[in-house]
């Protein structure tokens, strides 16, 4: 026999759903869209899309878990909607920045040079996000890259979506992403490694 508790009794008052979940929700949402008023205003849609809809809630999956769900469809919405340009910016492609990374006075090196060498992370990936300290630096590393160029990643790397999913829904070429993902992945490594790493030794 199953127990009713806080987290699986049905209810459909949004103000309840707001007391119990409200804080993940805006948190679920700000690390995707990393600006405060826009996570609040995709919070609200979800919580009157879900009153809309409640009929459709069958207890199959926990009652935060099927909020989270229509907040991630509210989520791609915003991301197709925002996003119409095919091609990629001369902002959002340039990786001449990182270009020091690679080379030692002036020479390519064609692999990282040893001052820009990071450390080895020997931390669990899941582990630090349950830090509220590395998400924070996180969502700010994520915020210094042009905002398509973050949603990529946080789709592939923390949604993960596939590729094909995340061309359709920011309007990118299979080849605009795997350059969008490189950019992405070295502005991490190198974020991350100065504010979370270094640090943490």
């Known amino acids: 026999m199953q127990v009713q508790t806080a987290e699986n009794k049905k209810t459909f008052d949004a103000t309840v759903w707001v007391e119990r979940h409200g804080d993940y929700l805006f948190a679920f949402a700000l690390s995707r869209v990393r600006d405060e008023f826009l996570a609040e205003d995709l919070v609200q849609e979800t919580l009157l899309a879900a009153m809309q809809t409640r009929q459709n809630f069958q207890e199959k999956s926990s009652e935060k878990t099927w909020l989270c769900g229509i907040l991630k469809h509210k989520i791609i919405d915003h991301f197709r909607k925002s ?113 979370w790493f270094r640090k943490t030794k």
Request: aromatic letters at 10%; one cysteine or more.
């Open 83 to 195: 996003c119409r340009e095919t091609e990629l910016t001369d902002e959002e492609a340039d990786m001449s920045s990182y270009d020091y990374l690679f080379r030692d006075e002036g020479v390519w090196k064609g692999h990282w040079t040893t001052q820009a060498r990071p450390i080895v992370w020997n931390e669990n990936p899941e582990k630090c996000l349950e830090h509220t300290e590395f998400r924070g630096i996180l969502s700010h590393c994520l915020g210094e890259l042009p905002e398509r160029v973050a949603n990529c990643f946080t789709m592939r790397e923390i949604d993960g979506f596939d590729s094909a999913e995340i061309c359709m829904i920011l309007g990118i070429s299979p080849n605009n992403f795997w350059v969008m993902m490189h950019r992405a992945r070295l502005h991490l490594r190198r974020c991350i490694d100065f504010n």
